[in-house]
Every structure is written in C-alpha cells, then in structure tokens.
C-alpha cells in the first residue's frame, strides 16, 4: 500500500536527471553512450577557484554559516551585481543558497498561496512547473514558437495575465533555448506588467556570462520593476562549478527576509568551504572564464552545422547557454528501425537506445516538439554524436 504524500506522488522525476541516469545505467551495461543530456560544464573549476577552496580548509572553515552566507560573500556578490549588472544591492536583499534551484524553491515557497499563478514562457527550465506546483501555484504555460527564437512576447504576456497571476518566472540566456532576451524585448514585457503591479518576475540569470551576442540585461535594471523583480544567479556554469552548489538571489528586502526564514528551516546556510571559494571567483574579472565561453561559441557553430546535414531538424541559431533546442515534429508519425515516433520523448528514446546519444525530450520543458541537445562536451564527442544520430535516422 503506498503511503506517501500526494505532494510526492504527484510530482515529476527530473526529466535532465533521469535521462542522465538511464544513460549510466546503460553504460555500466557496456554500451559507449554520449551524455548530450546533463547542462553541466565538461571543464575543470578554475585552478585559481580551486586554491581558495583549499585555502579555506587550511583556515579551518568548517562550522555552521549565516543562513543567508558569509557577509565577505553577500559583499562580492553586491559588487557583481553593481559591476556586471548595474544593480544596486544591499546586504538584506542578498540571499545564498545551495544553488539557484534551492533559491527558486525558498521563492516558490514565500511567494505563492495555493491557486496564485505563475507565467512560465515556453520553453521553460525543466524544474520551474515543478516548483511552482509544490507550493501549491498554477503553472501557465505560453507557448513561444523557434521562429520568433523562443521568446514570449508583449502580446503573449497580456493574454496570459488573469487576476489570479502573481508571477512570471522566466531564464535569459534560456535553458534550454539558448535565448537571450534584448532589452528592448524586456522593456517591452515591463509595459505590460506596469499595468499589473501586483506581478512579480523571476529573472534567472545563471547563463548570464556564457552569451555569445554580448551584452545582457538584467529585467530589474528597469527603475519601475526593481522592487518586483527577484534576479537568481549562481556560479555553477559560468564558472563550471556543478557540484559546489552556490547560488544566490538580489530582491526586495522584505522577499529576501522570508526567504532566509523559509531556508533556516530547511537547509540552513550553504556550504562553508564552497561559499570562500566563490567569493574568490566573483570577485574575479569576468574575463578570467572566457576561454570557456570561445569554446562554447566555437561548439555552438560545429553542432548547428553538424545538424545542417540532417533532413527534419529544424534549428535557429542560440545567443547564449550551451544548447540547440531543434524541432523534430518532421519525423513523428514515422516509424524507424520498427520502433514508431508519436513525439519528442519517443524521438529522444530512440537516438538513446539506437545512436546511443543522450538527449532530453523538450516535453519536459514544456515543448512537445523539440529536444535538447547540450554541448557541454568536447568537439570529438559532438561529432560523434551527431554522426551517430544521422546514421539512425538514415
């Protein structure tokens, strides 16, 4: 008899996550998988980030932290958001969490009474429904199209709002589109919601520096929306620190308060060790992680020309992040190798099983027509994979 919640029995396994382990499961069979699925950086964390981790052992770092993080910590990212964002920040509005996803949840948490919707532009972050949807919120999905580059518009904003709307979530560069919304796009959303200001905005900014157009806007930039927008960053792509599990958050200080409260009951402050390091790398010139960034550009352009070559791929050109979220509604309805295509979780199963490529189907960011290819991996890999992927479909 199952005993669990409701609350978990209803809730979604991490698609990214889940793709990633069947991928291992497999590999620990013998079979040589190329992992295309995880949004995780295959570079090493900077020697220099590193040093100052060990560092902060030989300190003897080791006791419980502010709920919230080191003040030395909460400082250099007041100055991050100032040099790289033109925000201004003080100490009360600056939350640190174990990663942006911990800060997502603590904003779902404090935000959010049972019914409240949230706006989520398609295609959103694997996780966002999810969230929302433990706090009891309505996800409202709008549906954004690869011709217009996968970004919601102002028209498209306004038609979603309803009286029960209190948030729009939304990540720019965009996991898993590789979108960068302009400012001019932004300012455009912020004219809607200057007519509703009851609505409040999360702005994830964890691929801010991995931007291949250069120039990124943050939506609190604007002085109208400053005291409704929450911006949510980390440090676990641009400075390939996955496991280190920073994040953090620059919001009003009334929502920063609750969230510190919601986290001291759940977590309590990050860890210890993590948080020194990463004051090192946000005190860093961002100039210091952009040979990652080149590479990531230089793959960007291999993978788009790779996917060229494949008949019923349909791809637009990413700004930012490190994936391709191509359209591959041309081959549902088809039956390959006897296995039938009826949609994108069929499609991405079959380039597992057949090209021994891991992929995540774009139904799990709220795409039916889509997959996500991550490459967050070496260029041999890259056209490997898509040699494989072209042979199966062949």
Known sequence: MNQLSDRINNLATSATLAMAAKARELRAEGKDIIGLSL???????????????????????????????????????????????????????????????????????????????VILPCPYWVSYSDIVKLSDGVPVEVQTSIDNDFKMTAEQLEAAITPKTKMIWYSSPCNPSGSVYSKA???????????????????????????FKGGHFSM?????????????????????????????????????RACNKMQGQITSGANCIAQRAVITALEADPSSIKYMVDEFKERRQLILNLLGDIDGFKTNEPEGAFYVFPNISSYFGKTIKGKTINNASDFSLFLLEEALVATVTGEAFGNKDCIRISYAASQNEIKEAIKRIKTALS
Do not use: C
């Open 39 to 117: 949004g995780e950086p295959d570079f090493n964390t900077p020697d220099f980030i590193k040093d100052a981790a060990i560092e902060a052992i030989n300190q003897n770092y080791n006791s419980y932290t502010p709920v919230d993080g080191y003040v030395e910590l909460k400082n250099a990212i007041i100055h991050k958001f100032k040099r790289d964002n033109n925000l201004n920040y003080a100490l009360p509005q600056i939350v640190v969490s174990t990663g942006a996803k911990q800060a997502l949840a603590n904003i779902a948490s404090v935000m959010l009474n049972a019914g409240d919707e």
């Open 185 to 211: 796009e932004l300012r455009a959303l912020a004219d809607v919601l200057k007519k509703h200001p009851n609505i409040y905005v999360v702005s994830d900014e964890i691929y801010e520096h991995i931007n």
């Open 220 to 256: 609190a930039e604007f002085e109208d929306m400053y005291d409704r927008t929450i911006t949510v960053n980390g440090v676990s792509k641009a400075f390939a620190m996955t496991g280190w599990r920073i994040g953090y958050i620059g919001a009003p200080d009334w929502i920063a």
